[in-house]
């Protein structure tokens, strides 16, 4: 066994692609399957390097980055999160917007295409699945919106709290919530997209959801990590963001 | 800071449904678990390997796995989900009764599997004494086997709230983290933690590590009593 691992990291050492470069992405949930697009189209520039992502809270990711954990770049629901870890000497540069999330109500089995939040109150509407607001972003925003709908009393009973925005679109996906207040960029990609209703949430109702990545301190001298941020603003990326429902900073939000 | 020191309303809620569903879930498997440890113990059925095998198959399984399966099979279009919704009972997922019920499946193995060792080690000597003096099934059941089998009904029952106090995965998957209802110590520590509030963290965990330490002590101390009580 010793052995073999012994000749297997020689046989790495000495490889051709020895050259190849690695990062590792943290990043929210809500970019799930829109990250996966972009990266996919990075990877293509990019033969021989390797992008890995891991999708999360970004809550926990900020905690575990404080914490040391290996991740290069760091994209967060909340922009907050990054210009924390900025502060804190534990990034580097600057945080980059790189789009505004909107939230849906969105449901399997009811058509939610002229659902408002005023109508949760309806008898039939069980349960209605949303990201914890204690600390995600999503969550944050949804409970804003109730409130300002002024129906946050009448509907609490009903909510069911997800660790991050996927798991709450889960569990409005499998149908065992009713509704999910959960991201667009969620519901317009490939598991959910055609699966169920939607409308949107005025975003009038709640703060922007404004997100933003950063590269963190142990990525500072990491070309492909720099590369990485660079191609976030390529024309090509911002069609993803687009096609993914995020309103791109410094354009005008297309709903 | 209220009459719970260094614990909030929220702390002191959570740690009262834990209790609530570890002890809920204890006694159903004292009740659950009893029978077929006594099966599994004296059965000379071929099929015992494989049933004792399914039993301890908690013990090994990742907690997603079973959070998964209970998630789907609880939902609107699983066998349980359409057996709940029919009895007019509404679906288990986000409730206390399906924590309830997906503990029992979880902790299952940590009530019987003392049980049925403490039943095996009683051997057939003093129920076959007790049906000569005509005792019946149930009555040797009752007033020989279980006050003989003490020692394993107390390890089994303490082992099988520890294990439910110590659920996390199962609970994260299908709870919903509703306060008062599915959000338990363990997933509030998770929410601490996530939410930056690493003193209420600390003092939680504090709890669950002295509640462990005492939990373990007790079970070792009650083990070797056991073992002196049939020598």
Same mark, same amino acid.
């Given at each position: 066994? !010793? ?159 997800? %660790? ?8 409005? %996906? ?13 519901? !317009?990609?490939? %598991? ?7 409308? !949107?949430?005025?975003?009038? !109702? ?24 660079? *191609? ?11 096609? *993914? ?5 410094? %354009?005008?939000?297309?709903? | ?48 390997? +494989? ?6 198959? +908690? ?19 699983? +066998? ?45 000597? +003093? ?105």
């Amino acid at each position: 066994m !010793l052995v073999r691992i012994i000749l297997l990291s020689m046989a790495l050492a000495f490889a051709p692609a020895a050259l190849a470069e690695r990062i590792t992405i943290a990043a929210a949930s809500d970019l799930k399957g829109c990250l996966d697009e972009v990266a996919a189209n990075f990877r293509k520039a990019h033969a021989g390097d390797e992008v890995e992502l891991v999708y999360g809270s970004s809550g926990k990711f900020k905690t575990q980055i404080e914490q040391g954990a290996p991740f290069d770049l760091f994209f967060s629901a909340d922009i907050a999160f990054p210009r924390d870890l900025l502060k804190a000497n534990l990034a580097v540069g600057e945080v980059d917007p790189y789009g505004v999330g909107r939230l849906v109500l969105w449901s399997k089995t009811i058509d939610a295409q002229a659902l408002k939040l005023s109508d949760l109150t309806r008898a039939d509407i069980l349960k209605i699945a949303i990201a914890n607001p204690q600390h995600a972003p999503y969550g944050k925003r949804a409970e804003e919106a109730l409130r300002a709908s002024g129906v946050w009393e009448e509907v609490e009973g009903k909510l069911v709290l997800g %660790e991050n925005i996927a798991q709450t679109a889960q569990f409005a %996906e499998s149908g065992n919530a009713q509704v999910g207040i959960i991201a667009l960029s969620l519901v !317009l990609g490939p %598991e959910m997209s055609g699966k169920g209703s939607y409308s !949107l949430v005025p975003d009038s !109702l709640h703060e922007p959801l404004e997100q933003g990545f950063v590269i963190t301190k142990r990525a500072a001298d990491n070309a492909l990590a720099k590369a990485f941020a660079d *191609y976030m603003g390529s024309g090509e990326t911002r069609a993803v963001m687009v096609r *993914y429902g995020f309103a791109l900073p410094g %354009e005008a939000s297309g709903h | 800071m209220t009459l719970g020191g260094p614990f909030s309303n929220s702390d002191l809620e959570a740690i009262w449904l834990t209790v609530e569903l570890a002890a809920l879930v204890t006694v159903l498997l004292l009740i659950i678990g009893s029978p077929i440890a006594w099966w599994l113990a004296r059965t000379p059925s071929r099929w015992k390997r +494989p049933l004792a095998a399914l039993v301890a198959l +908690p013990l090994v399984l990742p907690p997603t796995v079973l959070g998964f399966y209970l998630l789907v099979a609880m939902g609107p279009h699983g +066998p349980i989900g359409e057996l709940t919704q029919s009895l007019g009972l509404g679906l288990l997922p986000f409730t206390f009764g399906g924590l309830v019920v997906a503990s029992v499946v979880y902790s299952l193995p940590f009530m019987i599997q003392p049980l049925q060792n403490a039943f095996e080690a009683l051997g057939e000597r +003093p129920l076959e004494v007790a049906a000569t003096l005509r005792a019946g099934p149930l009555d040797r059941f009752f007033s020989i086997a279980v006050p003989l089998a003490r020692h394993g009904f107390i390890a089994g029952a303490i082992l099988t709230f520890a294990h439910t106090v110590g659920e996390f995965g199962v609970v994260l998957m299908i709870g919903g983290n509703i306060p008062g209802e599915t959000r338990v110590a363990s997933v509030l520590i998770y929410d601490h933690v996530e939410s930056f509030q690493y003193a209420q963290a600390h003092w939680l965990s504090g709890l669950l590590v002295v509640f462990a330490f005492a939990v373990l002590v007790s079970v070792g101390t009650l083990t070797a009593a056991g073992k002196t009580a049939r020598q």
